[in-house]
């Protein structure tokens, strides 16, 4: 069963993570590092990836000619998607379990809250889509 | 340059594409399809992933001991991912212009849903997941 585990965060989220100390981003990317590792090792990593940040992210729709027409204007609400991890498991506990670990990577000394990480099953196929 | 198209939705609009006939949801995949078929020959195709129901999502949190908390309560207001698709294209605009197809696909009646398609880049270096 393949699971995808998204971590999101608001723009002001992303800001205060440009805050982070020197020493707290190492700390974090060397757990996120030896994170992928371990679920590489242990055969469920299926793939992972970061993405850009907020301040570059477009909402396109298609015009009445099908051009896209894009805006970079979103609610402050809106929750950007900062990474994934898609891991094929046994179980949905088992995908829990890796998100918990994942919510649990090292952050600033003030911070008080484990990350929320969104666990969600992907479609096994791609049938309907003809690939 | 690598992009990732994000489709997504509240509940209440995941609700509403469960009335689609099934005429409708036919003619809009085989859209889609022959867009993801296009970029696979033109070279842009790196991946694509349809996500489950939301009710079926949920929010995990460790606690010190390392134990997962699970919750399953979302606000109203909360734009669950539907699915992406990831391409490898030349510039910014070759995305949108995708994203923009996207978008157009047709939905009840052949009227292009015109849903909104958020358009991202990857991290240029994806140093914290390497």
Redesign the interface.
């Known amino acids: 069963m393949k699971y995808i585990l998204m971590m999101n965060g608001k723009k002001s989220d992303f800001e205060g993570y440009a805050r982070w100390s020197k020493e707290d981003l190492q700390a974090n990317v060397a757990f996120m590092r030896s994170f992928s590792k371990e679920l590489k090792d242990s055969g469920v990593f299926v793939a992972s990836e970061g993405l850009g940040w907020p301040n570059e992210a477009k909402l396109v729709r298609a015009g009445s000619k099908g051009e896209p027409i894009t805006d970079g204007v979103f609610p402050e609400s809106k929750e950007f998607l900062a990474g994934y991890w898609i891991v094929d498991v046994e179980s949905p506990e088992q995908a829990y379990a890796i998100a918990a670990r994942l919510s649990q990577a090292p952050g600033p000394e003030e911070k008080t809250e484990n990350m929320p990480v969104e666990v969600r099953q992907v479609l096994s196929s791609h049938s309907d889509l003809g690939l | 340059m690598k992009y ?3 489709m997504s939705s509240t509940k209440t609009g995941v609700s509403g594409y469960h009335q689609w006939s099934q005429s409708d949801r036919d003619a809009h ?1 085989q859209t ?2 022959g867009i ?2 296009e970029l ?1 020959d033109s070279g842009e195709f790196v ?6 129901e939301p009710k ?8 010190k001991n ?6 399953g309560i979302f606000p109203e ?5 539907l ?1 992406y698709w ?1 391409v490898d294209v030349a510039t ?2 070759r995305a ?2 995708i ?3 996207i ?2 696909a047709p939905g009840p009646g052949g009227i ?1 849903t ?11 270096r ?5």
């Open positions: 990732i198209l994000l995949m889609l399809g993801a078929k696979v991946a694509t992933q349809g996500l489950t079926e999502a949920k929010m995990v949190r460790g606690e390392g134990v997962p908390v699970t919750d207001s909360k734009e669950f991912l699915g990831i910014p605009e949108f212009a994203a923009g197809r978008s157009a292009p015109n849903m909104p398609i958020e358009v991202r880049q990857f991290a240029e994806p140093a914290a997941t390497n």
